[in-house]
């Protein structure tokens, strides 16, 4: 396929402006998840906003693309987005925390990320990947596999992947039922993201209301989570498909089925902004959206801030994957004189590691971690390890010099193991070297699992709220209710809340966010439980904890209460957060936890509180009795 500059140029405008236009109208209502009503005259914010959809992308483009041309990795992308993200918001504060500790794609998008791993912030960076991409999908998609994992799984990667070749797809084909066609075939027909987009599909084949079919959308695949991405992508599929190509119905219907709004207006944006292109635009919508962009969520400068040198900008990355035989596509029109500035395409060995389980440890255990190497270059390489360091870690190497042909892969296993001690620190990390051919440093990290001791369960025979003594006195209860429930108030001590508890506890181990209480206590029904931690910080900080939370509780930091709560919600790990002063030395946190219904649902996230010194808060974990 060909295309000529200028028509790329028209279309990549076109995408970038689409992408800023609906970011730009649906910022002031994100996360409202009702069916709105808003039109043209009053969409429009006071004044732009950074938003992390594009910012994200500029620093992809800044940070990797512009420097190593498309000779970058999986590592690359996710050093990036740790450095450089001030948006700490949701899955971006687990990725970051993650890679702190060493632990990189696609771990880092797994790892205590529960809630979020499905969520929207990796289908709203599509657009980057498919403008470089334009008729070649299958590139797009090799490129959204490098950066879908830093902070999601398969969902989410696959709405990203799907976004990038109807993007990428969209450059030659501009009927919106033939683009989702074609764009399907990159998917899994059993997967869910696969379902929605039928789903979508059916019901705009019967009928002409968007409102109906939204509300549709929302009982089959709606979520507590506003950003959940497959949510989502229907609503951009609903905008598409009910906007008929016209450019201000199909962002203000985008707008209007509520959710992540000001993501699924930019995504709706870019891809009919690619089919439409600049020339084919309202003028209104460009008098009122401008051609220059803000950037504010990412730690990054850019001086060309305008759409046109991003296009320009842009048009150098793809021109660079025709030149060097990598993209199908080929570019007519160019000026004799040009000369592609990025890097020519030489991609270095690349290296994902692959734990056994969860990438946690704990003093005396040791693990199983595979490093598979691959070459996606066009001659054979080879390398090895030389050797590592680490301050935790021991490494048993047994590799050998590995040799890789193009297109192909090999696998290095490790034994990582941490000698017995009392005390570790919450993320542990080696520095492996590599020679030959990849002549590299590769970090490789654990979550440190934090030891806990669980008192109880603790309950009552009778209502402690209600009455202020044992009314059954010991009989049989006077109630059907009393026999077969129980009772537990969060106001009730059951314990000496700020003492060392007691000696009847059961230890378990974890490095996630979310406490395992629910698999630790066998007792079912109504109960009380308290579970302890203790951890030494190196220096006397200041720290944000967040909690998750689904029933009553409070949180006790060194014997005071920091945090309680008496209702029950929807557990999510962002429930509340406060600011806490940890103790230079020994600090201890006491979690009391009521279980009414349902099951213990409790998280706790302590991060740091300023930008530009990481999310992960340094603790070294306190083991008071065997960690094996």
Not at 139 to 157: E, M, N
Not at 370 to 381: M, S
Not at 532 to 561: D, S
């Amino acid at each position: 396929m060909k295309i000529h500059v200028n028509d790329y140029k028209n279309k990549t405008y076109g995408a970038w402006f689409g992408k800023c236009a609906g970011g730009l109208i649906g910022a002031k209502q994100e996360n409202n998840k009702g069916l709105l009503g808003y039109c043209f005259d009053n969409v429009f914010p006071d004044e732009a906003v950074p938003n992390d959809d594009f910012d994200l992308q500029i620093l992809y483009l800044q940070e990797v693309l512009e420097k190593k041309g498309f000779n970058f990795d999986e590592r690359d992308l996710a050093d990036a987005f740790c450095k450089h993200n001030k948006c700490w918001a949701n899955e971006y504060r687990v990725a970051i925390r993650n890679i702190d500790s060493g632990i990189y794609p696609p771990s880092s998008g797994s790892f205590s990320n529960e809630y979020f791993k499905n969520s929207n912030g990796c289908p709203i960076r599509s657009e980057i990947w498919a403008t470089c991409a334009p008729g070649d999908p299958e590139l797009a998609c090799l490129f959204v596999g490098k950066d879908g994992f830093i902070d999601h799984t398969s969902d989410s990667v696959d709405v990203e992947k799907f976004f990038a070749c109807m993007e990428s797809n969209a450059y030659f084909e501009s009927d919106l039922e033939k683009l989702v066609d074609i764009s399907m075939k990159f998917l899994d027909k059993g997967s869910r993201v696969y379902e929605c987009i039928n789903f979508v599909r059916r019901e705009r084949a019967k009928n002409d209301d968007w409102r109906l079919t939204r509300n549709r959308l929302i009982r089959e695949y709606g979520s507590t989570d506003a950003s959940y991405s497959i949510v989502n992508m229907g609503i951009v599929l609903i905008a598409l498909l009910y906007g008929k190509k016209n450019f201000n119905d199909t962002l203000l219907t985008a707008v209007n089925c509520g959710y992540d709004t000001d993501c699924s207006a930019a995504t709706a944006g870019a891809i009919l902004g690619i089919i439409l292109g600049k020339d084919g635009i309202d003028a209104e919508w460009q008098r009122k959206t401008g051609d220059k962009f803000v950037i504010g969520t990412v730690d990054i400068t850019r001086s060309r801030n305008s759409l046109s040198e991003l296009t320009d900008d842009v048009f150098n990355l793809a021109y660079s994957l025709f030149r060097d035989g990598v993209s199908s596509v080929e570019f007519s029109g160019v000026d004799e004189g040009y000369v592609c500035p990025v890097p020519r395409y030489d991609p270095p060995l690349n290296i994902k590691t692959v734990y056994d389980g969860e990438p946690v440890i704990r003093p005396g255990q040791s693990k199983t971690v595979t490093l598979i190497v691959r070459n996606d270059g066009n001659k054979k390489r080879k390398t090895g390890i030389k050797g590592y360091e680490s301050d935790n870690l021991i490494l048993n190497i047994e590799a050998p010099v590995v040799e890789i042909e193009p297109s192909s892969e090999r696998i290095i296993t490790l034994e990582v193991s941490v000698t017995p001690s009392e005390s570790m620190p919450n993320a542990v990390k080696a520095d492996v070297f590599f020679y030959g051919d990849y002549d590299r440093k590769i970090t490789l990290g654990f979550a440190g699992e934090a030891e806990y001791k669980l008192y109880g369960p603790f309950f009552d025979v009778y209502d402690t709220e209600k009455y202020d003594h044992d009314v059954n006195g010991q009989t049989t209860p006077k109630d059907v209710f009393s026999m077969f429930n129980g009772f537990a108030s969060i106001n009730r001590e059951y314990l000496e809340e700020d003492a060392e508890l007691s000696n009847d506890h059961k230890v378990f181990y974890s490095a996630e966010d979310k406490l395992p209480v629910e698999g630790n206590v066998g007792y079912k029904g109504t109960c009380c439980v308290y579970v302890k931690r203790k951890f030494i910080c190196a220096e006397e900080k200041k720290v944000h904890m967040i909690f998750g939370y689904a029933q009553p509780c409070k949180v006790y930091l060194n014997g005071e209460t920091v945090f309680e709560n008496y209702d029950n919600v929807n557990w999510m790990p962002l429930n509340f957060a406060i600011e806490a002063n940890l103790k230079k030395g020994e600090n201890t946190l006491v979690y009391k936890l009521i279980r009414r219904n349902g099951e213990f649902e409790f998280s706790n996230i302590i991060s740091q509180i300023e930008f530009g010194r990481g999310v992960l808060v340094p603790l070294e974990n306190v083991y008071e009795e065997n960690a094996q």
